[in-house]
């Protein structure tokens, strides 16, 4: 069956996006063709809820389309590729999550730009890893399933992550900056207690 072929669609795009030919990212790319404002949902993702032994079952073609939504839980649309499933990755994306299956607009989109996210804010499988050639000037080179614990994308990405990752980067405390910040105000504490001890014996 050709992709063509009518079917009933699994997935929401917006009828401000359309696709185009991009060849030099593997085929299809998927382009603003109306003004998108920021915040605007971009499209949201529907599919069956696999696990990781029956992704591993799929062939390289369909395991591109795999979107990873839980620890151990993706979403796999059977049948041919809709349009919405032609959203590339970006280094430096204009579309982020809001939830685990929506994507929306991070800031105004003008007719013609490519909408893209960055997959570091959804996919953390070693499947999911490849050599990027995004053209942006930030580009990683190579995006890793361990992406999401770069402090950088942590802080550039926030509200904008797949929740399962955004738990688990709560659960590795906050951000280096901050964590930095709370490092300096708990040795001023300990000096403090030190000193306390010191004079202790004397009193
Ligand atoms: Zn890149």
């Given at each position: 069956m050709s992709e063509d072929t009518p079917h009933p669609q699994t997935h929401f795009l917006s009828m401000k996006l359309r696709r185009e030919p991009y060849?030099?990212?593997?085929?299809?790319?998927?382009?603003?063709?109306?003004?998108?404002?920021?915040?605007?949902?971009i499209c949201v993702w529907g599919g069956r809820i696999v696990?990781?032994?029956?992704?591993?079952?799929?062939?390289?073609?369909?395991?591109?389309?795999?979107?990873?939504?839980e620890d151990g839980l993706f979403l796999f649309a059977p049948g041919p590729a809709e349009h919405a499933e032609y959203v590339n990755h970006s280094c430096?994306?204009?579309?982020?999550?809001?939830?685990?299956?929506s994507l929306v607009?991070?800031?105004?989109?003008?007719?013609?730009?490519?909408?893209?996210?960055?997959?570091?804010m959804s996919e953390s499988s070693d499947f999911?890893?490849?050599?990027?050639?995004?053209?942006?000037?930030?580009?990683r080179g190579r995006v890793r399933a361990d992406d999401w614990k770069r402090a950088d994308l942590q802080h550039r990405y926030r509200g904008h992550f797949s929740p399962y990752l955004?738990?688990?980067?709560?659960?590795?405390g906050?951000?280096?900056?901050?964590?930095?910040?709370?490092?300096?105000?708990?040795?001023r504490a300990s000096r403090r207690r030190t000193s306390v001890l010191v004079a202790a014996p004397a009193t």
């Open positions: 060849p030099e990212k593997g085929g299809y790319g998927i382009v603003a063709a109306s003004p998108i404002r920021r915040g605007e949902i696990n990781r032994a029956e992704v591993d079952t799929l062939g390289d073609v369909e395991r591109s389309y795999v979107l990873q939504i430096s994306p204009n579309a982020g999550f809001a939830g685990q299956i607009a991070l800031r105004n989109i003008r007719p013609g730009e490519e909408v893209c996210f960055d997959y570091a999911a890893e490849f050599d990027c050639r995004c053209g942006a000037p930030d580009c955004q738990r688990r980067i709560d659960a590795l906050e951000p280096l900056p901050q964590v930095a910040r709370v490092r300096s105000a708990g040795t």
